[in-house]
């Protein structure tokens, strides 16, 4: 009856170890998951909206508010990274901005990198509009008039001078704004876009608020969600079938998605673990 | 044995393993690529145990963080909304917000301290006037709304929208009546309430296991870097 | 005086606030957008809170010697070479000391700050975060059990929503997933929801009517 007692008492290192294995594993095999990521339903409206942007019309631009700190980014970069590839392929224009302060400078590194990588031109296909204080007063005012909110982009440069802004006012100029968030920002996008603007409003979170989402996903206050790292690789996908088919880009999501199955799994199988070492001592006392 | 030994010897098989790294695998050369290394398996070291260098790491970053937050409030709050407007083009009513917002420095001064209230009084008030009416309607007025059991929903074919709604209802009014009666031990609807914890279990429940999805995916993302970016291992 | 001003300034500024809401007229218009705008304006100094207190904090634990006072200098450290490296590198036009970066010249602090957040900053924020999958995994394992009818559903609830992401392409189980998200979760994230708001109302026209003091702080 030792062994089950011992079950229920495992160090807590070897779960760490465990842990790093199953994860540094799939990553260095490059294991492959069996049949095509398919895509949930959420994730679809999301890129559905973004394929039925005109780049020409009236709301032909996204607004990207990249509301993270360091803390969530690897969970929210995928996302991003793949959202802003969809919108360079098909030539939307993209207003970049941030409600928490750090957020500001991700946007840069990662619309930088992936710009050169398109042959995108600053101020022509996007803009770095930056981070403002107090983000009720941010999203309202930019019903009014962006430039009211943003005189000058991140660099000080105004952003009448820009010609990515041309023609773009308020939300009314806006097709979709999307927020990549890894705390409650996007309630502050249904609460004061979405109500007042009547703009559509998609979010990218950590799995962390998936659950919280449904009810706005219910009430259509949300367009579409992108769920976690998951949704990322899912999007990664949709994105890769439709323009960079012959194209080798990286597709950070769809790496991680076999080591995420596989820790899971683990998780899963320590918790069972639990249990059985449990109801096992607990009939025998 | 003694105390420092395990320490020295985690540290020594430490440089081999980067000293192998560095012979025989593609490692990158950047200088930065390896700062960023260091620094994050300076702070999984808290999973041996609490060190001194994942102290150090640590307060560098909450250093850094407000340094940064210190430098971009300058540059694209006070100097682009406030002191560029007022200076350079010459919008002298600015004048009274940046003087309701200097208030905030009277915090330091322990004489006139109770004049920080003045402007967070004024955000709180503005901030509260504006929310109230907007989150009325986002949430109770829409959210009840899209909860309504529609006539088609009930398709002849499919009528599981229309039981699904139902449910739903339930699960809504029962979970409200968990919150708002279940303190009271014999109230009349604390059978109601029962039935609202089955429906926020199961919620909490699906809640958790996203959160463990959530952590691991963050793991991976470092693990990623560590072997993509810093080690070269897996493909570029 | 120290508490009827600020109690006067709220209860005006949040009734006119609402009032507003309901009057679209142009003069309403403009009020709301200056109000926003000088919102904006004051909240870039509140900063200056955080800051100091940060600062007093470390600087008392220097001073005291107090326990794990020797970190204190670092942090203090770290906040004012990332404060200077961006107070001079990001200004507009800046370029100062050139340095030739992949063909192009910016100035070394321009550099040296984009370097400290991207290759310190992330790295740091985002390990800290991850080291949470081994605690949540060691944790789920040590007190994840099904003792009575509410840790199963718990229990059962957290695998198949897992589960559901891992068999998502192979198994109907992602339908099962997607169903209990979007009906029996959607049901208490919205009785949630509306609970909350309610409270959230209440607490915000308390504090308009002056009844919630918590921000006023101290007794003086």
Same mark, same amino acid.
């Given at each position: 009856?030792?062994?089950?007692?011992?079950?229920?008492?495992?160090?807590?290192?070897?779960?760490?170890?465990?842990?790093?294995?199953?994860?540094?594993?799939?990553?260095?095999?490059?294991?492959?998951?069996?049949?095509?990521?398919?895509?949930?339903?959420?994730?679809?409206?999301?890129?559905?909206?973004?394929?039925?942007?005109?780049?020409?019309?009236?709301?032909?631009?996204?607004?990207?508010?990249?509301?993270?700190?360091?803390?969530?980014?690897?969970?929210?970069?995928?996302?991003?990274?793949?959202?802003?590839?969809?919108?360079?392929?098909?030539?939307?224009?993209?207003?970049?901005?941030?409600?928490?302060?750090?957020?500001?400078?991700?946007?840069?590194?990662?619309?930088?990198?992936?710009?050169?990588?398109?042959?995108?031109?600053?101020?022509?296909?996007?803009?770095?509009?930056?981070?403002?204080?107090?983000?009720?007063?941010?999203?309202?005012?930019?019903?009014?008039?962006?430039?009211?909110?943003?005189?000058?982009?991140?660099?000080?440069?105004?952003?009448?001078?820009?010609?990515?802004?041309?023609?773009?006012?308020?939300?009314?100029?806006?097709?979709?704004?999307?927020?990549?968030?890894?705390?409650?920002?996007?309630?502050?996008?249904?609460?004061?876009?979405?109500?007042?603007?009547?703009?559509?409003?998609?979010?990218?979170?950590?799995?962390?608020?998936?659950?919280?989402?449904?009810?706005?996903?219910?009430?259509?206050?949300?367009?579409?969600?992108?769920?976690?790292?998951?949704?990322?690789?899912?999007?990664?996908?949709?994105?890769?079938?439709?323009?960079?088919?012959?194209?080798?880009?990286?597709?950070?999501?769809?790496?991680?998605?076999?080591?995420?199955?596989?820790?899971?799994?683990?998780?899963?199988?320590?918790?069972?673990?639990?249990?059985?070492?449990?109801?096992?001592?607990?009939?025998?006392? | 044995?003694?105390?420092?030994?395990?320490?020295?010897?985690?540290?020594?098989?430490?440089?081999?393993?980067?000293?192998?790294?560095?012979?025989?695998?593609?490692?990158?050369?950047?200088?930065?690529?390896?700062?960023?290394?260091?620094?994050?398996?300076?702070?999984?070291?808290?999973?041996?145990?609490?060190?001194?260098?994942?102290?150090?790491?640590?307060?560098?970053?909450?250093?850094?963080?407000?340094?940064?937050?210190?430098?971009?409030?300058?540059?694209?709050?006070?100097?682009?909304?406030?002191?560029?407007?007022?200076?350079?083009?010459?919008?002298? @009513?600015?004048?009274?917000?940046?003087?309701?917002?200097?208030?905030?420095?009277?915090?330091?001064?322990?004489?006139?301290?109770?004049?920080?209230?003045?402007?967070?009084?004024?955000?709180?008030?503005?901030?509260?006037?504006?929310?109230?009416?907007?989150?009325?309607?986002?949430?109770?007025?829409?959210?009840?709304?899209?909860?309504?059991?529609?006539?088609?929903?009930?398709?002849?074919?499919?009528?599981?929208?229309?039981?699904?709604?139902?449910?739903?209802?339930?699960? @809504?009014?029962?979970?409200?009546?968990?919150?708002?009666?279940?303190?009271?031990?014999?109230?009349?609807?604390?059978?109601?309430?029962?039935?609202?914890?089955?429906?926020?279990?199961?919620?909490?429940?699906?809640?958790?296991?996203?959160?463990?999805?959530?952590?691991?995916?963050?793991?991976?993302?470092?693990?990623?870097?560590?072997?993509?970016?810093?080690?070269?291992? @897996?493909?570029? | 005086?120290?508490?009827?001003?600020?109690?006067?300034?709220?209860?005006?500024?949040?009734?006119?606030?609402?009032?507003?809401?309901?009057?679209?007229?142009?003069?309403?218009?403009?009020?709301?957008?200056?109000?926003?705008?000088?919102?904006?304006?004051?909240?870039?100094?509140?900063?200056?809170?955080?800051?100091?207190?940060?600062?007093?904090?470390?600087?008392?634990?220097?001073?005291?010697?107090?326990?794990?006072?020797?970190?204190?200098?670092?942090?203090?450290?770290?906040?004012?070479?990332?404060?200077?490296?961006?107070?001079?590198?990001?200004?507009?036009?800046?370029?100062?000391?050139?340095?030739?970066?992949?063909?192009?010249?910016?100035?070394?602090?321009?550099?040296?700050?984009?370097?400290?957040?991207?290759?310190?900053?992330?790295?740091?924020?985002?390990?800290?975060?991850?080291?949470?999958?081994?605690?949540?995994?060691?944790?789920?394992?040590?007190?994840?059990?099904?003792?009575?009818?509410?840790?199963?559903?718990?229990?059962?609830?957290?695998?198949?929503?897992?589960?559901?992401?891992?068999?998502?392409?192979?198994?109907?189980?992602?339908?099962?997933?997607?169903?209990?998200?979007?009906?029996?979760?959607?049901?208490?994230?919205?009785?949630?929801?509306?609970?909350?708001?309610?409270?959230?109302?209440?607490?915000?026209?308390?504090?308009?009517?002056?009844?919630?003091?918590?921000?006023?702080?101290?007794?003086?």
């Amino acid at each position: 009856m030792k062994f089950w007692e011992r079950l229920g008492k495992i160090d807590r290192r070897i779960i760490y170890i465990v842990l790093a294995v199953v994860v540094i594993i799939p990553l260095i095999l490059t294991v492959k998951l069996p049949g095509k990521v398919r895509a949930m339903p959420r994730t679809k409206d999301v890129f559905d909206h973004i394929e039925n942007i005109d780049p020409n019309g009236k709301r032909r631009s996204i607004l990207i508010s990249v509301d993270f700190d360091p803390q969530t980014e690897p969970e929210l970069k995928p996302q991003l990274e793949a959202v802003v590839r969809h919108a360079f392929a098909r030539n939307i224009p993209l207003l970049v901005m941030a409600l928490p302060i750090q957020g500001t400078d991700i946007g840069i590194e990662v619309f930088t990198r992936l710009a050169e990588e398109h042959n995108k031109e600053y101020g022509i296909d996007y803009v770095i509009l930056g981070w403002k204080p107090s983000p009720v007063a941010v999203i309202l005012g930019m019903g009014n008039f962006i430039e009211q909110v943003f005189p000058t982009d991140y660099w000080g440069t105004p952003l009448s001078e820009l010609p990515v802004m041309e023609g773009i006012r308020n939300y009314d100029d806006v097709g979709l704004v999307m927020d990549f968030t890894g705390s409650s920002f996007y309630v502050y996008w249904v609460y004061y876009a979405h109500t007042p603007y009547d703009v559509p409003v998609a979010t990218g979170v950590t799995s962390v608020s998936v659950a919280d989402i449904y009810p706005f996903l219910g009430s259509k206050q949300f367009i579409g969600m992108l769920a976690g790292m998951k949704a990322g690789a899912e999007y990664e996908r949709l994105v890769k079938d439709k323009y960079y088919q012959d194209q080798d880009i990286f597709l950070r999501g769809t790496q991680a998605l076999p080591a995420l199955s596989a820790s899971l799994l683990v998780i899963i199988l320590f918790v069972i673990l639990g249990n059985i070492s449990h109801f096992a001592t607990r009939r025998k006392s | 044995m003694k105390k420092w030994v395990p320490t020295v010897i985690f540290l020594a098989v430490a440089v081999v393993l980067i000293v192998l790294a560095i012979v025989f695998l593609p490692v990158s050369k950047s200088v930065w690529v390896w700062i960023a290394a260091l620094l994050t398996l300076a702070i999984f070291s808290i999973l041996y145990r609490d060190n001194p260098i994942y102290r150090i790491a640590e307060h560098i970053f909450v250093g850094l963080s407000l340094g940064y937050g210190l430098a971009m409030i300058w540059h694209l709050a006070l100097w682009q909304i406030a002191l560029r407007p007022l200076f350079v083009e010459g919008r002298f @009513i600015l004048i009274i917000p940046i003087a309701i917002g200097l208030l905030y420095f009277t915090r330091l001064i322990p004489k006139v301290s109770w004049l920080v209230r003045i402007p967070i009084s004024i955000a709180l008030g503005l901030g509260s006037g504006i929310a109230i009416p907007l989150i009325f309607q986002a949430t109770i007025f829409e959210q009840t709304k899209a909860s309504l059991v529609l006539p088609e929903m009930f398709a002849p074919g499919n009528p599981w929208p229309g039981i699904w709604a139902i449910i739903l209802i339930i699960g @809504i009014v029962t979970t409200l009546a968990y919150f708002f009666f279940s303190r009271k031990e014999k109230s009349v609807l604390s059978p109601v309430s029962k039935v609202g914890i089955i429906f926020i279990m199961l919620g909490f429940g699906a809640t958790f296991g996203l959160t463990v999805m959530s952590r691991v995916s963050l793991l991976i993302g470092r693990v990623q870097f560590l072997l993509r970016e810093w080690l070269g291992i @897996i493909a570029q | 005086m120290k508490r009827r001003i600020p109690l006067t300034l709220t209860l005006v500024l949040g009734i006119v606030m609402m009032i507003q809401f309901f009057i679209p007229h142009q003069f309403s218009q403009d009020f709301k957008n200056t109000a926003l705008e000088w919102l904006r304006v004051i909240g870039g100094f509140a900063f200056i809170i955080g800051l100091a207190s940060f600062i007093t904090h470390h600087y008392t634990k220097i001073k005291h010697k107090k326990e794990g006072w020797a970190y204190s200098p670092i942090a203090l450290g770290a906040l004012v070479v990332m404060a200077v490296v961006g107070l001079i590198g990001r200004s507009p036009n800046m370029n100062w000391i050139p340095v030739t970066v992949q063909g192009q010249q910016i100035s070394v602090f321009t550099y040296l700050f984009s370097n400290f957040f991207t290759h310190m900053m992330i790295p740091l924020g985002a390990t800290m975060f991850s080291v949470l999958a081994f605690y949540i995994a060691s944790a789920a394992y040590r007190s994840f059990r099904a003792k009575s009818l509410v840790s199963i559903l718990l229990l059962v609830a957290a695998f198949v929503i897992m589960l559901a992401i891992i068999f998502y392409n192979v198994l109907p189980l992602g339908d099962l997933g997607e169903w209990l998200l979007s009906v029996p979760n959607m049901a208490a994230k919205r009785g949630i929801l509306l609970g909350a708001s309610l409270g959230g109302i209440a607490t915000s026209l308390k504090i308009i009517l002056g009844i919630e003091r918590g921000y006023l702080g101290g007794t003086k």
